[in-house]
């Protein structure tokens, strides 16, 4: 296995001025080594993931990471910064910067290396030593965990097996014979630092308040469950997770503080003190598929408990999951068409009629194969909505609700209610108390029966017909869509998708397109030839910009400009988010209205697509590919010209007024 990080991956003179130009430098000494195999590819992940969060921590640390298929082993590298980089801290810029690369599919030996280094980030004492270190290979030696761990350390005190306290308990606390017992679970959208960084500040947090904790972290490499006979016996529970807590019912009847992953490593205090409260006035919690509901009534963790986010949660869990659905099927029956033509839809089964020769033959088969994808779709949207609400004993009656939804002919909206009402039917009976004999076949028999026949009940009769209208009102509606509306429509996806390009915004759009491919009609393959079109434009915008006019962009943005090339000719909006983030008002309003027009002229050309992504990479599958190529390129004039504008303007108000020195004649001397 090779080492995580060398002395050559280690920086103790860090230039860098902003978070972007941090990465880059310590993303090149990746590439040096051989670790990192597509430099512009790479940084582009590694900023798709900090527009989901920022990666500066308390304390002077900022951990961009991301895992990536442009990383070709684990690899962390590490660098100190003089003058400090912004890297979203509540309490300032970071002077340690560890930037983590993990391949696609991470080896749990070396995922265990990093959640240890990120235990250990949470010790003063192990940071102390890093920030006057001198020389890089004692760095690198530190940070591998071969050098000895400064003195005072506790970072090597794993929290998974309890932190308690070896002196008396602070005041209100229980008696030392009876400590108060907390169980916790953390867990972080990539599983590789936050996760164990919270546990970690946990445990401390624990150990100085004289309480006994126990944490369980799911991250990259798997989780091992807490002892059940724990879970029984604690008083309360922490949840500090940004993705859904895994086997949630195990926790049902606690005290439940339900958080964010990053409150876990800022304040483990005040979360350990709120989880006392609740179990001093009796707090019990119903665990549902969404956050815990206290008995009372009232839900806790912040802005998890806010009912339109956890909605939008909920809704993209089943989108993200339908999407591999519709790429695949997509662009099978999309190739199959430019192979056979669009008559290779109605061609005899391939299964009673198939010659290796024809190339009719493989076209029906492409075609054949992505149908039978496609007729995935609604049952798989409302199957992981259903799941995203209320666990595993949803998916049964999600699935079955979007399958009646075929039935009915009540299509992408029918799957949306499915796997509403799915979730929200298992929530209903998870809140019912059992014997503790039944418990055990509840998520596997009851609940999946019950609800089954609810949701089934609900669809065929109640619901159903209803939608299967709406359905057909909206799929005429975009069918019959022509000139203004249009073009009306095309501008609004165009500035949802330009406003936060690849945030929850260009998100709503992109469902809604492909949505519309789960019942694909004229209408929704126009729209989803628009969405795709006004997201290429900001990357492209951005490359363009940097080319004509590099004078007003630094070199990290020009460097950044050659990558957005690609990543805008392969729709990856991300591709523009460096340089939102280093200039907003200026970009954000470009590239918006670059979008709209593109959006507009796609709408009002009838430009089609069947496929969800791929851009210029599957413009033979568009419909009148010429004009679909000048509505980009079109928004993406508009848009390059507005920033170099906006950015000239800038220059000259900030440009110093000459000063004109006064010379006497050699007379008036």
């Not at 503080?257 to 709120?274: F, Q, S, Y």
């Not at 430009?607 to 210029?616: E, F, S, V």
């Amino acid at each position: 296995m090779s080492e995580l990080i060398t002395a050559a991956l280690v920086d103790l003179d860090l230039s860098a001025e902003t978070k972007y130009d941090a990465a880059r430098s310590l993303a090149e000494r990746m590439v040096a080594e051989g670790r990192v195999s597509d430099l512009d590819g790479f940084l582009a992940d590694v900023a798709a993931r900090e527009a989901q969060m920022p990666t500066g921590l308390d304390g002077g640390i900022g951990i961009p990471h991301c895992r990536s298929e442009h990383v070709t082993a684990p690899t962390l590298a590490f660098g100190r910064s003089d003058r400090g980089i912004d890297f979203g801290a509540a309490d300032g810029p970071a002077d340690l910067i560890f930037l983590i690369a993990a391949p696609a599919g991470a080896d749990d030996d070396h995922l265990t290396i990093l959640s240890a280094l990120a235990r250990r980030l949470m010790d003063p004492d192990f940071t102390n030593v890093l920030r006057a270190e001198r020389a890089p290979d004692a760095v690198a030696a530190l940070i591998r965990g071969e050098e000895a761990t400064p003195a005072g350390s506790t970072s090597d005190a794993s929290p998974s097996e309890g932190a308690a306290a070896d002196g008396p308990a602070t005041d209100g606390a229980e008696p030392a014979d009876e400590p108060f017992r907390i169980v916790a679970v953390t867990s972080c959208p990539t599983g590789i630092a936050h996760t164990y960084m919270a546990a970690e500040s946990l445990a401390a947090a624990a150990r100085a308040e004289g309480v006994v904790l126990d944490v369980e972290t799911q991250g990259s490499a798997g989780f091992e469950r807490l002892d059940p006979a724990l879970i029984a016996a604690a008083d309360a529970v922490i949840w500090a997770h940004d993705v859904e807590v895994r086997e949630k019912a195990r926790f049902d009847g606690k005290p439940i503080v339900d958080t964010g992953v990053k409150a876990g490593i800022n304040r483990p205090a005040a979360l350990i003190a709120e989880a006392r409260r609740q179990a001093e006035r009796g707090a019990t919690s119903t665990v549902t598929g969404g956050a815990a509901q206290q008995d009372d009534g009232v839900t806790t963790g912040g802005d998890h408990a806010h009912f339109g986010i956890r909605l939008r949660t909920y809704l993209m869990s089943g989108v993200s999951y339908m999407v591999p659905f519709v790429a695949a099927g997509g662009l099978l029956i999309a190739l199959s068409f430019a192979i056979g033509g669009y008559e290779i839809a109605s061609a005899k089964s391939v299964a009673d009629h198939f010659v290796w020769g024809e190339a009719d033959s493989w076209a029906a088969l492409l075609n054949q194969i992505g149908t039978a994808a496609f007729a995935f779709l609604v049952p798989v949207l409302a199957g992981y909505i259903a799941y995203g609400m209320a666990d595993r004993p949803a998916l049964v009656p999600g699935f079955v609700g979007g399958a009646i939804a075929l039935t009915v002919n009540a299509g992408f909206l029918g799957g949306l209610a499915a796997g509403l009402l799915a979730g929200a039917v298992v929530m209903a009976i998870q809140r019912v108390k059992v014997h503790p004999t039944l418990r055990g076949i509840m998520p596997v028999l009851v609940i999946p029966l019950i609800a089954s026949v609810v949701v089934g009940f609900l669809m065929f009769i109640v619901v159903g017909k209803p939608i299967a209208s709406l359905q057909r009102a909206l799929t005429d509606g975009l069918n019959g869509l022509s000139g203004s509306n249009a073009i009306i429509l095309g501008i609004v996806l165009g500035l949802m998708m330009c406003f936060d390009m690849g945030g929850p915004l260009n998100k709503v759009a992109y469902a809604f397109a492909v949505g519309g491919l789960a019942d694909p009609t004229p209408g929704s393959l126009k729209v989803m030839a628009a969405v795709m079109a006004a997201g290429m434009v900001p990357p492209l915008a951005m490359a363009l910009a940097t080319t004509v006019r590099g004078r007003l962009f630094t070199k990290t943005e020009r460097e950044n400009g050659r990558a957005a090339w690609v990543l805008g000719a392969s729709f990856i909006s991300e591709g523009a988010i460096p340089f939102a983030a280093a200039d907003p008002l200026r970009v954000i309003p470009s590239v918006m209205a670059g979008g709209a027009v593109t959006g507009a002229l796609s709408m009002a050309f009838g430009c089609t697509l069947r496929a969800p992504h791929g851009g210029i990479f599957v413009v033979p599958l568009i419909g009148d590919p010429f004009l679909y190529l000048l509505a980009i390129a079109a928004g993406t004039a508009v848009a390059t010209a507005l920033v170099v504008l906006l950015k000239g303007m800038r220059r000259t108000a900030e440009a110093p007024t000459p000063v004109i020195e006064e010379r006497k004649s050699p007379v008036a001397a």
